[in-house]
């Protein structure tokens, strides 16, 4: 009885790592009381130690999610610093250059959401395409032609880009002008397709039909897929359809079944 006084002394001090010895192995009463005891400690221990860790983990959670929300705050205000050096160096190109990135930080840090209004993703895709057009200047062109009944629902976010970056790096790889990519959007068959045509270099049927296998190089578009299947099932995704010297389409079927805006 000494020994449990001394004991549940010590855990009211906070000490709850303190066990009773037990020096022989016995079944009477008092034995497996003190040994229940010892248990009972462990156990409270235990859950202490798991509990010290998860709030360690949610306090390293805090500081990187801080973290993430400074480094776009640096990036805004050295963008503007930058944006007003090329006003006042009349260098207007760049600036529009420079207020394009700004636009497109804004909306991929803001938004971790994984669907997006149709409107501000073509808004997005047309700031990275003038970038992009910066870039590769007079190498390509692009043309939107979207139904207006599409504009009613969401979009997984960011989900062309990766088609169109593959038109310029690679489908435009080996020309320096004469490049067209056509971004069209209706609704068949009770689905939605969007389609991205370009007229480059193409590739073989055979090549195209592997690029959204899992050894595939072509990350962008693998992910993509895998996005959109997770998000609505098996039946949709990309279809990817090439011509050698002719191009490539891409094509990206989305339901009709979810909640309109």
Same mark, same amino acid.
């Given at each position: 009885?000494?020994?449990?006084?001394?004991?549940?002394?010590?855990?009211?001090a906070? +000490?709850?790592?303190?066990r009773?010895?037990?020096?022989?192995e016995?079944n +009477?009463?008092?034995?497996?009381?003190?040994a229940?005891?010892?248990?009972?400690?462990?156990?409270?221990?235990?859950?202490?130690?798991?509990?010290?860790?998860?709030?360690?983990?949610?306090?390293?959670?805090?500081?990187?999610?801080?973290?993430?929300?400074?480094n776009?705050?640096?990036?805004?205000?050295?963008?503007?610093?930058?944006?007003?050096?090329a !006003?006042?160096? +009349?260098?207007?190109?760049l600036?529009?250059?420079?207020?394009?990135?700004?636009?497109m930080?804004?909306?991929?840090?803001?938004?971790?959401?994984?669907?997006?209004?149709?409107?501000?993703?073509?808004?997005?895709?047309?700031?990275?395409?003038?970038?992009?057009?910066?870039?590769?200047?007079?190498?390509?062109?692009?043309?939107?032609?979207?139904?207006?009944?599409?504009?009613?629902?969401?979009?997984?976010?960011?989900?062309?880009q990766?088609?169109?970056?593959?038109? !310029?790096?690679?489908?435009?790889?080996?020309?320096?002008?004469g490049?067209?990519?056509? !971004?069209?959007?209706?609704?068949?068959?009770?689905e939605?397709?969007?389609?991205?045509?370009?007229?480059?270099?193409?590739?073989?049927?055979?090549?195209?039909?592997?690029?959204?296998?899992?050894?595939?190089?072509h990350v962008?578009?693998?992910?993509?897929?895998?996005?959109?299947?997770?998000?609505?099932?098996?039946?949709?995704?990309?279809?990817?359809?090439s011509?050698?010297?002719?191009?490539?389409?891409?094509?990206?079927?989305?339901?009709?079944s979810?909640t309109?805006?």
């Amino acid at each position: 009885m000494k020994k449990l006084m001394a004991a549940i002394k010590k855990v009211g001090a906070g +000490d709850f790592a303190s066990r009773i010895d037990l020096k022989r192995e016995s079944n +009477d009463e008092f034995s497996v009381v003190l040994a229940k005891f010892n248990d009972m400690n462990e156990k409270v221990n235990t859950l202490i130690e798991e509990n010290y860790k998860a709030k360690l983990r949610e306090q390293e959670a805090e500081i990187m999610a801080l973290n993430v929300q400074l480094n776009p705050h640096f990036l805004y205000n050295t963008l503007n610093i930058m944006n007003w050096l090329a !006003i006042d160096r +009349d260098q207007k190109e760049l600036s529009k250059m420079l207020v394009s990135l700004s636009n497109m930080l804004h909306y991929t840090t803001q938004n971790h959401q994984e669907t997006g209004d149709l409107h501000e993703e073509l808004e997005w895709l047309r700031h990275y395409l003038f970038i992009m057009g910066e870039r590769f200047k007079g190498k390509f062109r692009v043309m939107f032609e979207i139904d207006e009944a599409l504009y009613r629902y969401r979009v997984p976010r960011l989900f062309l880009q990766p088609i169109i970056e593959n038109s !310029i790096l690679h489908g435009f790889g080996a020309i320096t002008e004469g490049g067209i990519i056509r !971004i069209s959007g209706q609704i068949l068959s009770g689905e939605r397709w969007f389609i991205v045509r370009d007229n480059g270099r193409g590739m073989p049927e055979h090549v195209a039909r592997t690029l959204l296998e899992a050894d595939s190089d072509h990350v962008g578009l693998k992910n993509v897929h895998k996005r959109i299947q997770f998000m609505y099932g098996k039946d949709y995704g990309l279809q990817v359809k090439s011509e050698l010297s002719k191009g490539t389409e891409v094509i990206v079927r989305l339901p009709c079944s979810e909640t309109a805006r």
